[in-house]
């Protein structure tokens, strides 16, 4: 179905039907309206963003760690 797929399809599909290859889908879901495609839209785009958001902190936090091993091995030493 044209409308559950996301963006670029049509030329994907072009091209597939242009070279002659056959195209199944084979996660089909129900029709969604406007409003729900846009809304999965958003949560795609929060989920990346979150995702990355933690993933640079769980980097500053690497760091952190290692700078407070390294003061306590002196303090211990």
């Excluded at 933690?54 to 952190?64: A, D, E, L, T």
Aim: with cysteine; glycine share 6%; charged share 20%.
């Amino acid at each position: 179905m044209i409308s559950d797929v996301r963006f670029g399809a049509e030329l994907v599909l072009f091209l597939c039907e242009h070279f002659g290859t056959e195209v199944v889908i084979i996660n089909a879901s129900k029709e969604s309206s406007l409003k729900e495609d846009l809304a999965q839209d958003v949560i795609e785009i929060v989920t990346v963003f979150s995702a990355r958001l933690y993933g640079s902190q769980i980097h500053i936090n690497k760091q952190v760690m290692e700078q407070l091993r390294s003061i306590a091995a002196e303090v211990g030493a």
